[in-house]
């Protein structure tokens, strides 16, 4: 990977902040979370798409609200 994730991290959250100015919170979340799915999908083994996904949900109580958007911990 020859990007930093805090470089994408920050972009996507400015083009996210913009987006949320004009539309509809639960679709655009809706959206990136496809994406983010189908782009997994696309790249990885089916085995390691379950990983992820299975990470996912494990995870999902330490998902931090948007108001607090500041470098991934």
């Given amino acids: 990977m020859n ?3 805090n470089d994408v991290y920050d972009v996507v959250g400015r083009v996210t902040a913009t987006l949320l100015e004009e539309h509809d919170p639960l679709a ?3 959206v ?3 994406m983010g799915m ?3 999908k696309t790249v990885l083994e089916p ?3 379950q990983q ?3 990470d996912v949900v494990s ?3 330490r ?3 948007i108001d607090t958007l500041g470098p991934i911990q």
């Fill in 3 to 5: 990007e930093n994730i």
């Fill in 28 to 30: 655009l979340a809706a």
């Fill in 32 to 34: 990136l979370m496809v």
């Fill in 38 to 40: 189908r782009i997994y």
């Fill in 47 to 49: 085995d390691e798409y």
């Fill in 52 to 54: 992820i996904v299975d």
């Fill in 59 to 61: 995870k999902r109580d």
């Fill in 63 to 65: 998902v931090i609200p």
